[in-house]
């Protein structure tokens, strides 16, 4: 029986080093395994290089956040300058999300440490801009 499409529901262009090469990624639509077991498919084209791989969670959600994370571990592995439209260089536009594997409190440690951090960043921004305006 011939294995059916994926059903792409997000595609996303990239492009990689200074002669900026096209690169596609594309995520796949998460499917029911079994009560507990749902995957969802990630594309990455590079030229001809075409890779597939599978990403499985309990849930449609938790595949889906693990596909994403796997999509930006996969680009930046290489350390390649890979770069979205709508970042800086090397910028991929696919976060970092938080383990819940180490526990709740864990997570919130991280959580709260982050939010301090991006608190900090957003203030020191808007000092810049302030004292960069011309009186």
């Known amino acids: 029986m011939p294995k059916a499409s994926p059903q792409w529901i997000a595609e996303r262009i ?9 690169v596609t990624v594309r995520l796949g639509q998460p499917e029911k395994i079994s009560d507990l077991e749902w995957r969802s498919v990630v594309e990455i084209v590079r030229g001809k290089r075409r890779e597939t791989e599978f990403v499985y ?3 449609a959600f938790q595949s889906l956040t693990i596909a994403i994370e ?13 770069t979205w439209e709508g970042g800086g260089p090397g ?7 938080f383990p819940d594997v ?12 982050i939010g301090v951090e991006k608190q ?3 203030l020191t921004g808007r000092r ?3 004292s960069t305006k011309k009186p």
């Open 70 to 82: 796997f999509i930006g571990y996969e680009l930046d592995k290489g350390g390649r300058q890979i």
């Open 57 to 59: 969670g309990i849930d």
């Open 14 to 22: 990239l492009l990689e080093g200074s002669q900026r090469k096209r």
């Open 120 to 122: 900090r960043f957003l």
């Open 102 to 113: 180490f526990g709740r409190q864990f997570s919130l440690k991280l959580r709260r440490i």
């Open 91 to 97: 910028d991929t536009g696919f976060p970092m999300y």
């Open 128 to 130: 810049r801009k302030k």
